[in-house]
Nanobody, 126 residues
Framework: QVHLEESGGGLVQVGGSLTLSCVGS????????VGWFRQLPTQERECVAA????????YYRDSVKGRFVISRDSAKPMVNLQMNVLQPEDAAIYYC???????????????????WGQGTQVTVSS
C-alpha cells in the first residue's frame, strides 16, 4: 500500500510555470500507474495527466496538451508534473493518485485510482 505526498504548488502569474512532485512511499512505486487530478470547489476531480506503470505511456487532458508534461523519475519513487503557460483556468487543488498495474486507457476517472495524496494548491494570478 503506497502513501502519496504532493509538493510544488503555489502562486504563479499567468503564463508562468510550476512543477508538481508526487513521492510514493511504502510500496513498489514503479508498479503503480500515476495520475494527476485537479479539482475546483463544487466540481468533480478531473484527470489532467497520467503515466502508465509498465510502458510509461502518457495521457493528457485536451486542455493541457502541449503545456503539461508528466514524467517518472527513474532513480526516485517520484512522478512530476511540469506545468507551463499556466492560465487562470488551471487554478485548482491538484492531487496525485496511484493504482497498481493499471493499464493504459484513453481517459481516467477518480474510480480508476485507489491511493490519493492530500493535494496541493495551485493559484494563477492575472
Amino acid at each position: 500500500q503506497v502513501h502519496l505526498e504532493e509538493s510544488g504548488g503555489g502562486l504563479v502569474q499567468v503564463g508562468g510555470s510550476l512543477t508538481l512532485s508526487c513521492v510514493g512511499s511504502g510500496g513498489h512505486f514503479p508498479s503503480y500507474t500515476v495520475g494527476w487530478f485537479r479539482q475546483l470547489p463544487t466540481q468533480e476531480r478531473e484527470c489532467v495527466a497520467a503515466i502508465v506503470w509498465n510502458d510509461k505511456s502518457t495521457y493528457y487532458r485536451d486542455s493541457v496538451k502541449g503545456r503539461f508534461v508528466i514524467s517518472r523519475d527513474s532513480a526516485k519513487p517520484m512522478v512530476n508534473l511540469q506545468m507551463n503557460v499556466l492560465q487562470p483556468e488551471d487554478a485548482a487543488i491538484y492531487y496525485c493518485a496511484a493504482q497498481p498495474h493499471l493499464r493504459g486507457k484513453d481517459a481516467y476517472s477518480e474510480g480508476d485510482f485507489t491511493f490519493w495524496g492530500q493535494g496541493t494548491q495551485v493559484t494563477v494570478s492575472s
